[in-house]
């Protein structure tokens, strides 16, 4: 079968090459993929800025239907419309793993770069892994609900309180979930971007936000700032737009080093904290969030690539046109 796929190390050297069919080993399933999203972590796979093992298939965020499963794996879950965690494999000894925080397992392996993902039209996980979606939800939108999965980890119970004035640097994908998950968390939401995003903040604005960019007035006193766009710009103005006592929450990754005035943390007392992809915890509060309806994917997805169009799909994600892409094999 044919996947996008790391062939070598270093920038570039990204292309859609034959793959092995998995196999479903036991306690394992194999899906066929409905559609798997384009994160920012494959472009900083691509670019060579993130850790991996190549040859490997891309690919993390997966909406799929059990196709095959293996021995000890109850026969009910064929035909089910799952995503699925992105661990292939932890210790399961160390500290963290037996704390339920597998996210910071030294040796875990995750699919889409380590272990071949979801940019193929099959892909193999383990069953503890998977979660059935609700009927309702379309696998294309579906294919969300890891990075929504990321933001919970990011913003778990507490960090924003109910009248928190909030404000999300960034309204990508990752900014726009986040902010419904703040919002969800009873928090006052605000979403800052660049003048050339004002495509993705009228989405924010149809979820019910308001919005600014950083050619209007400077915004500043929030309770809570959650910088998702992974730039020194953007870290800059959410450090600046603290109150003093306030909250950092870093979601976006930048893949290089940043300098910033690191200092303000110290200035205003800030407390800062962030999240390393996410946990069973995260991924059960995501679920839960889109059944009630408090976070909607289906606004942020902006279209569904044939698996042979990748590199259109990556230069759009590049640019910032539109905000999700999935890949559909």
Known sequence: MLGVTKVAEGRGNVALVERPEPRAERGHVVLEVAAAGICGTDLHIEDGEYAVRPPVTMGHEVCGVVGEVGEGVDSGWVGARVVTETYFS??????????????????????????????????????????????????HAAALTEPLACCCQSLPPGAVQAGDRVLVVGPGPIGLLAAQVARAQGGEVHLRGTPQDEARLGVARTLGFDTSTTSDAAVDSFD????????????????????????????????????????????????VTSGNASTPASWDRALGLIESGSVRLEPLLSDAVPLAEWERAFAATRRGDGIKYVLVP
Not at 237 to 264: C, H, M, N, S
């Open 90 to 139: 932890t210790c399961g000894q160390c500290d963290y793993c037996l704390s339920g925080r597998t996210n910071l397992c030294p040796d875990r392996r995750s699919i889409g770069s380590f272990v071949d993902g979801g940019f193929a039209p099959r892909v193999a996980v383990p069953v503890g892994n998977l979660h059935r979606i609700p009927e309702a939800l379309h696998v």
């Open 224 to 271: 809570v700032v959650v910088e998702c766009s992974g730039r020194e710009s953007g870290m800059t103005a959410a450090l600046e737009a603290a109150r003093r006592g306030a909250r950092y929450v870093q979601i976006g990754l930048a893949g290089k080093p940043v300098t910033i005035p690191f200092d303000l943390v110290c200035f205003k007392e800030l407390t």
